[in-house]
């Protein structure tokens, strides 16, 4: 009898030691490790703040790396940032899930060894108005406004990238409709901060400010789109200024995404990693010419208009040039458009 109960025992603990090997097992595998950081606001008419970290499975929370000045060493090769229009901090936490909303780009992050963060939508903006349509007075105020709430999230920023060692100066950004339109207002202001941005489907967009010239830009909409004649300005006025930007508009697509969009957002980040420093390799070498080399002597031009991509020589007979995109490789030609040869 005594022999059997131990058993018996025995038998029911191996199976709740298999069934927690198991579901811890799983969770490996479905759930990485998230963190959770939130930044106070002191704007009254504004909330918290609510930033979200995911990091890769290769990542080890264990590691402690520092370099010769006893200075911590980034443990991820980058950071990539989703922004959406969401303002509760339970959804944003959904959009780093393997199987949500975002997986192209949660897949991408895994691939390649990036963290992934996101945070609450604070706002600021009218969603179907370009700053520079506003009048001077309501203009210095939404420019004092904005530049508070910027601070405050780069003060979030921060903290949760040296909380976890992260490489802050060289992030990449995905912004979809109100994501676009607070991403790419932060960028403008903070451009220290990113260094290849894409923002699809914005409605409002926001003055170009000097300084954000150094950053590569992806500026994508659907000629259904409300904001799309805003896209278009946005465009043009950016490289007037010197900005190095791909645009595109995708015939017939309203305010939503599309498989085309999401082929050639991966394809624009994975550019962007070619010259983002590796902190994780020693070995990196950097490239013999920067980002912006190929957007100034481009493989490909697009026709925007049309979305058909040409060889360079033979652009200035097929395309208008107040339609031309500079394409700097085949594979972003080919995700961006019909590339004919």
Known sequence: MYYEYICRIMKIHKFKAFMVSAFLSSMSVLCADVYKLVEPTKIAKYEDITFYLRMPNSWDVEADRKNMFNEPIPAVRGLIAVCTWQTRADDIRGNLEMKGRFSHIIKFAEENNLAVICWTNFKGYRHNEDTVDFEEERAERYEKDYDKR??????????????????????????????GQMGHRLALRKPDYFFGVHMHVNSSYDALSDDANEVLWLVTTGT?????????????????KGYHMIFRAEENLGHSSSPETEALTLKFFDYCLKFIPDPTDENWKKPEVDQFYFMRYPTYVGDY???????VKQA?????????VALPTKEIAEAWGTVIE
């Not at 259904?224 to 007037?240: N, T, V």
Request: proline share 6%.
């Open 150 to 179: 910027a601070r405050e999230w780069e003060m979030g920023f921060k903290r949760i990238c040296k909380k976890y060692s992260l490489p802050m100066h060289d992030t990449m950004l995905y912004g979809i409709s109100g994501g």
């Open 224 to 240: 259904r789109e409300y904001g799309y004649p805003a896209g278009q300005r946005f465009y043009r006025d950016g490289l007037k």
């Open 305 to 311: 208009f049309n979305q058909e991509a040409f060889p």
């Open 316 to 324: 200035e007979e097929y395309v208008t040039p107040e339609f031309m």
